[in-house]
């Protein structure tokens, strides 16, 4: 069984940044994907950034702005966020495809983590 855990959310003035966190815990499995969604209130879930078998990917409302970074060694994804907008506040979901070594692959959701962007 693996868990996810975030942190790093947070209230921030328009222009300003924050860093979001995320780590599995448990055994016997490897990463196929990481990454990170975000769900505004009365719309739904979308993608932020993942890193899927090496390769990253942007929403392009973020392109410039945020960037995701792992650690292998710690099992932790990062998004640094910087240029916050009012229109990035949302709850933020971190997501790992779990590759077990013993059986298939499947999604794993961190708890969500808020962050909003207001003056």
């Known amino acids: 069984q693996v868990q996810l855990v975030e942190s790093g959310g947070g209230l921030v003035q328009p222009g300003g940044s924050l860093r979001l966190s995320c780590t599995a815990s448990?055994?016997?499995?490897?990463?196929?994907?990481m990454g990170w969604y975000r769900q505004a209130p009365g719309k739904q879930r979308e993608l932020v950034a993942i890193i899927i078998y090496g390769s990253t990917n942007y929403a392009d409302s973020v392109k410039g702005r945020f960037t995701i970074s792992r650690d292998n060694a710690k099992n932790t994804v990062y998004l640094q966020m910087n240029n916050l907008k009012p229109e990035d506040t949302a709850v933020y979901y971190c997501?790992?495809?779990?590759?077990?070594?013993?059986?298939?692959?499947?999604?794993?959701w961190g708890q969500g983590s808020q962050v909003t962007v207001s003056s």
């Open positions: 997501y790992f495809e779990v590759a077990p070594y013993v059986g298939p692959s499947f999604d794993s």
């Open positions: 448990g055994s016997a499995f490897s990463i196929n994907a």
